[in-house]
Every structure is written in C-alpha cells, then in structure tokens.
C-alpha cells in the first residue's frame, strides 16, 4: 500500500450562523482519507508501520477497547499491508460478545485476532514489566500503543495540515491522547491558532502536548466533553443528525461531534472576531456511529442516523 496516494479534501460549511457573524468555517475532510484507515489513523499508522517494515517485522500487537477506532484502523492497515495483527481488548467479557460488536466484527474480518485481557491487566499494558514480558512472548511483532500515539504518530499527524490548510486563522481538533494535535500544532504557520476539544476529561493535555509540540500556539477549550469519555446526551445526538441534515457531513458522538458542538457555540457567543476563518479537522471515527447506536437502541434513545 503507497501511503502517499491518499490526499483529503476542504468542504466549506454552509449554515446562517456563519453568515449571521460573518466567519467562515471549513472541514479538512481526513475522515474520507481512506475507506478503511480513516482520519487520524491513517496519520498514526503510516510511520508506525514503515519503520515495522523497515526493522523486518511482519507481525503487529496493539491495544484498545471494544469500540476502538485505532483496533479497526489498526486491523485493515495490517491486511492491507501484508501484516498479522493481534488486538489486545479491555474487558475479558468482551470475548463473548464479538458478533455483536461491529469494531470488532470488522477487525476480525480483516483477520485481526484478539486477546481479550482484564480491566486491570489493562491498565498495566504501558508499564516496562508489562511491555518486557510481552516483548519475550512475541519476540516478532513490532507494538504499537494504544490510540496509536508515539512519536511516529505524531511525525504522521504533521501531515494532516495540507498546503490549502495555511490561509485559514484557527485549525481545530478533536483531543484524545493529544497526539493528533501535537502533530498539527508542529506544522501549523506562525500565525494560525490551534484549538483542542478533547473528548474526555482530564488535567494533563498541557504536559503531553509540551512533551513534543514546537510552538504553544494552541488552546485547549475543555468544556465541550459532554461528561467525559462516549458520553453522550440526547442533544448532542440531535446535534448531529442535524449537522448531517444540513452540510451532509457526518460526524462521530465520541471526538468530531464534540468538537463541532464547540465550535458553533463559541461562534455563537462571539468567542471569534468577524471575518476569521476556521477549519476544523475531521478525525473520522465514523466507524463508532453503529456500536454508538446499539448502545442507545438499547435505552430506548434517538439513534445517529
Ligand atoms: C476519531 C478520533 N478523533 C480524534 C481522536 C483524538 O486523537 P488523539 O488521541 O491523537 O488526541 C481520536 C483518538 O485517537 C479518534 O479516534
């Protein structure tokens, strides 16, 4: 697979806000970068697995919970590029329900295999004792943490920003691990601004970010989470089935929606000065919309359409 082929596009956003406070508003559309390796992936993986290749492996081990857009993304990179793949899965009680799971139904269709291991295990996978072991164990696979987020990402996500990215004032992201946005930070010009709106709460995106970003041209907008981690409310789910309705674009409940939801409230409080522009960076995790809607089925609540 040539990484380099895939290029994403700019689609303007058309709604009477924009005009009512005179800004404009774009999507770098990465979520349509790639049919399987969508958004931020795509940027994450493709270092990840060159430097695979380059030291021989041919085998992948990687780390996510059930509806992981990293675990999807991880699994069809690997096929795609000739590789094994073995997901790690939070939860042991997740082994039971794969069939009803669609992140894990298409990973295993693209030949990922699992090792569904306990919460805590879970939480000791980045510990040395933990990634030794693992290393003695499959002595042939190249790891690859979770959300995919090491410095090879980040080298990855510079990439996001293309040249017709340079001439918009504020570019914005979705923050998970912070990577994505250290990435588009680095390769921002001296006079755009970058705002982050992570997608859970947290106190530390400051110390990740300053770890490896270049430039602290950034601020994180940190009350757009909704609650925290996939949580979501009846009028973030009508927020996206009418954001779809009306610019056709669709967005993810975990990261995009947020992130858009912030957006247009900080326009509509004037948090921007008229004739600005903003392009906000669509990180795809589109594949979640289907585990998303299974989980609202189930409380009776308005699906994603
Ligand atoms: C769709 C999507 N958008 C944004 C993010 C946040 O990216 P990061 O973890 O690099 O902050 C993630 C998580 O990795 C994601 O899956």
């Known amino acids: 697979m040539n990484w380099d082929n895939y290029k994403s596009i700019i689609q303007e ?35 990840n697995f060159a430097e695979a290749e ?29 590789f094994e793949a073995i997901g790690f899965i939070r939860g042991e ?14 990973a295993q269709e693209e030949g990922m295999k699992f090792n569904f291991i306990s919460r805590e295990d879970y939480r000791l996978k980045d510990s040395e004792k933990f990634l030794n072991q693992l290393k003695i164990e499959f002595p042939d696979h190249y790891i690859i943490p979770e959300g ?15 040249d ?6 504020f570019i914005t992201t979705a923050i998970g691990t912070a990577g994505t946005i250290t990435g588009i930070i680095n390769s921002t010009s001296k006079n755009q601004h970058v705002l982050g709106f992570p997608a859970l709460k ?52 975990i990261y995009t929606a947020k992130m858009m939801f912030g957006i247009l409230d900080l326009i509509q409080k004037d948090y921007f000065k008229p ?13 979640g919309i289907d585990g998303m809607n299974k989980l609202l089925n189930k409380k009776n609540k308005t699906l994603i359409q």
Do not use: M, W
């Open 202 to 253: 947290s106190k530390h995106f400051d110390e990740e970010i300053r770890k490896l970003a270049k430039k602290i041209n950034y601020t994180i907008i940190d009350n757009y989470h909704f609650g925290g981690y996939a949580k979501v409310s009846e009028e973030l789910i009508n927020f996206i089935n009418s954001f779809k309705e009306t610019t056709s674009i669709p967005l993810d409940p």
């Open 275 to 287: 004739n600005i522009s903003i392009l906000a960076v669509h990180t795809g995790g589109l594949q």
């Open 164 to 169: 017709s990215c340079f001439e918009y004032d």
């Open 13 to 47: 956003v058309d709604l009477p806000i924009l005009k009512q406070k005179n800004i404009k508003l774009s999507v770098l559309r990465e979520d349509l970068i790639h049919p399987k390796i969508s958004g931020n992936k795509f940027r994450k993986l493709k270092y």
């Open 93 to 106: 009680e997740i082994e039971a329900l794969i069939e009803q799971n669609p992140t894990l139904k298409f």
């Open 148 to 162: 995919g987020t090491n410095d090879l990402a980040i080298k990855g996500c510079e990439e996001i920003l293309n």
């Open 54 to 82: 380059r030291l021989g492996y041919k085998k992948v081990i990687t780390f996510g919970g059930a509806f992981s857009n990293h675990i999807a993304a991880t699994a069809a990179a690997a096929k795609l590029n000739n």
